[in-house]
């Protein structure tokens, strides 16, 4: 199980960009993986031919209207982890012992 | 005002990385900045040399007893856009007219 | 086009790793995109679909032998802009009236 | 000694941004650091702190002009690592037993 985690900004929009991450996490919405939205960026977890599948289909809603288009990607992989957008954050605090801003 | 996303990885310690995390995030809540955590880096909201100052920091910690680290980091800056780690979010659901899982 | 810049970083290998970023990267001189090695991951041109083609083909070499898989990519896309991996370089070089390290 | 990979894009200045880019090189010529430019970013050589003071003085630079801006920065620590700006790609070069494209 795969966690991605990627932002897409259209470079000749201005400074205003909520508008174009609302149609991007629409198409995430739709597509039934587990996310979370976070300030800078939307972490889904999924196999890797979903998740590319799911970026493509993102690019491609933004490429309509854009010239140029700014995408930053992260991958996670590891071998059989499912829940990974749960565990991970949870993992933090018990080897801590505390609880931390999610 | 400036949002940074980062996180620090150490290449020598295998792939069980809650235990580093929890070093890093217990210095990030012990800054006093608005941040959240999430299953890919954790966001903090500062000034831009308090936010480095920080960075500093995290990395000083694990380099006491890693030999390789990996660090990446985004920055969001935006003249005068304080509250951004809540504004953000809430923007972006604002235009979509719903909810998103945060 | 689109210029696709990534790295990829199995964990459980310790902390040499050129004879991974060797077998990635016969993968991508194989491809016949153009591309260029640096220091920090490699960059490659060309459409999307052929890009994320190439990056799971990476991904997928990597996933036979490691557990855990790091993966950083960016894109950037410009509508109708062949030939970006040489004239981005150039045209820094241009703007600045002088020559860079490259 | 740590490498620095980085990019830094004004959201305000539309999609031609090779001029802000110049700037930006011309501080890293000046820091006397080593440092290769490619398509997608710079990577520089340096101690951690060296590297965060030119990470500052770049985004001071473009921060005078420009009302938001996306940055982008990647580390990789080696401990006693010198000259890793070169070594590490040849270092793949030999693994591989053959040349890439740089």
């Known amino acids: ?5 990627f932002s897409i900004i259209p470079l000749d929009k201005g400074i205003s960009l909520s ?3 609302a149609r991007v996490l629409t198409i995430i ?4 993986l587990e996310y979370r939205l976070n300030p800078m960026g939307t972490v889904v977890e999924g196999e890797w ?3 590319l599948g799911l970026l493509t289909r993102c690019f491609k809603e933004l490429e309509k209207d ?3 288009i700014n ?5 996670d992989y590891r071998k059989g982890a499912a ?3 749960k565990n991970k954050v949870q993992s933090v ?6 609880r931390f801003k999610i």
Do not use: C, P
């Open 83 to 85: 829940g990974a957008i």
């Open 71 to 75: 995408v930053q990607v992260k991958f």
């Open 93 to 98: 605090q018990e080897k801590a012992g505390r």
């Open 66 to 68: 854009s010239e140029r």
């Open 29 to 32: 919405d739709a597509s039934g």
């Open 1 to 5: 199980m795969t966690l991605m985690e």
């Open 49 to 51: 031919d979903e998740l």
């Open 19 to 21: 508008e174009y991450v």
